[in-house]
């Protein structure tokens, strides 16, 4: 029994320093700028020099060679030494184009490397277009795996990445071809968008027998989010004004601020039980608690963050003298299509005095 205990304790301390250097490389793995403080790499007079890929002058020109050199310094111990992809980010970046942004600024769990230079990154965009990916005989779900589905799921489901399902969606060829929000474009040839596309059709999804909750994970999260939380495409949308929010979905809305308009939904495209079921579920979302995130759901959407204008261009910051009131009678009336202004009126079993209160001392903090 003794020796079975001190076996037991054994593998307590084993798993504990698998767990401690797990959470060591972790760290390690989101260093922004790992590797050596530099390379050296040829200059247009022949010459060698010893360079900081992050200066701001670097003129040394794109090439493949620079572009290896910097993907393993910078990119492989994510995406795999030979761009094969990793635990940490399963697919493959052979042939993938459009990479600038993302390196430059980061992508959620991606960190951002501000000091590469664009001659740097070009190089290793180079590096990832020299692979050439073979679609040859590849079927249209294998190909979606290859290219759609570290960010959109094995199955088109979504991920935490972009959320809402690709199912049945027959409008990719755009959206490939031009990017769309924080999607860049994609240079995959049309036989591949096309097979694509048809492995897409193929899940034949009828939205009239979804439920609401299930309309909105294939059609709203991917803007809004899985939860109504909102993303970089599209508003939070938690406990919202029913009447307005009806008006939006059977509208539409314009782009601005966002790069995407956001279409309008016919009775035939989601049923009123649909979009019921939908809005109940997003106005049981928990309230926040503290004014600046109650300020941010209820408020930001139309104030913008700092209460001094936002998309409707009006300031609250100096008219908190009366922001009970305002909150309680609205503006604009229900008449939504001609309306010249409107501000939803919350009861206070929508939005407490005690949350009103609590908004009002976090914008006098601005």
């Known amino acids: 029994m003794r020796r079975a205990l001190l076996k037991s304790i054994g593998m307590v301390y084993l798993a504990g320093g698998v767990l401690l250097l797990a959470v060591l490389a972790g760290c390690e793995l989101l260093d922004p700028n790992p590797g050596p403080p530099g390379i050296t790499a040829p200059t247009p007079n022949g010459s060698d020099t010893t360079v900081n890929p ?115 969606h027959d409008t990719i060829a755009n959206v490939v071809r031009n990017g769309k929000g924080d999607m860049k474009p994609v240079d995959i040839p049309d036989s591949v968008i096309a097979k694509i596309q048809e492995y897409l059709l193929s899940f034949n999804v009828d939205v009239t027998k979804l439920t609401g909750r299930q309309f909105y994970a294939r059609e709203c999260a991917r803007c809004h989010g899985a939860d109504g939380e909102g993303t970089t495409r599209g508003y939070e949308i938690r406990n919202p004004v029913t009447g307005y929010a009806t008006y939006v979905v059977r509208s539409g809305r314009p782009g601005s601020p966002f790069a995407n308009a956001m279409p309008s939904y016919t009775t035939s495209q989601l049923s009123d039980t649909q979009l019921g079921e939908i809005l109940d579920w997003l106005h049981s979302a928990t309230h926040p608690t503290d004014g600046k995130s109650l300020y941010g ?67 006098r903090t601005l």
């Not at 600024?105 to 277009?129: C, H, K, V």
């Not at 913008?304 to 503006?331: C, H, Q, T, Y």
Request: hydrophobic share 30%; net charge positive; proline share 3%.
């Open 54 to 168: 992050g200066v701001a002058s670097d003129t040394i020109p794109a090439t493949v060679e620079r572009g290896s050199t910097l993907y393993l310094q910078y990119c492989a111990r994510c995406h795999g030494d030979s761009v094969q992809g990793t635990l940490i980010w399963p697919a493959s970046l052979k042939g993938h184009l459009a990479i600038h942004d993302i390196v430059r600024s980061g992508r959620r769990a991606m960190p951002s490397f501000p000091n590469l230079s664009d001659s740097a990154i070009a190089s290793i965009q180079l590096y990832l277009s020299s692979f050439k990916v073979d679609v040859t005989g590849k079927t249209g779900q294998e190909l979606f795996k290859a290219y759609c589905a570290s960010c959109h799921g094995d199955s088109a489901t979504g991920t935490t990445i972009f959320a809402g399902s690709l199912q049945g």
């Open 297 to 363: 759901r209820f408020c930001l959407n139309c104030h913008g963050s700092n209460a001094r204008g936002g998309p409707v261009g009006k300031n609250i910051k100096n008219e908190l003298g009366d922001i009970n009131e305002k909150v309680r009678s609205g503006e604009g009336g229900t008449t939504y299509s001609n309306r010249r202004k409107y501000m939803p009126s919350w009861s206070t079993t929508q939005l407490s005095n005690q949350e009103v209160n609590a908004i009002a001392a976090y914008i």
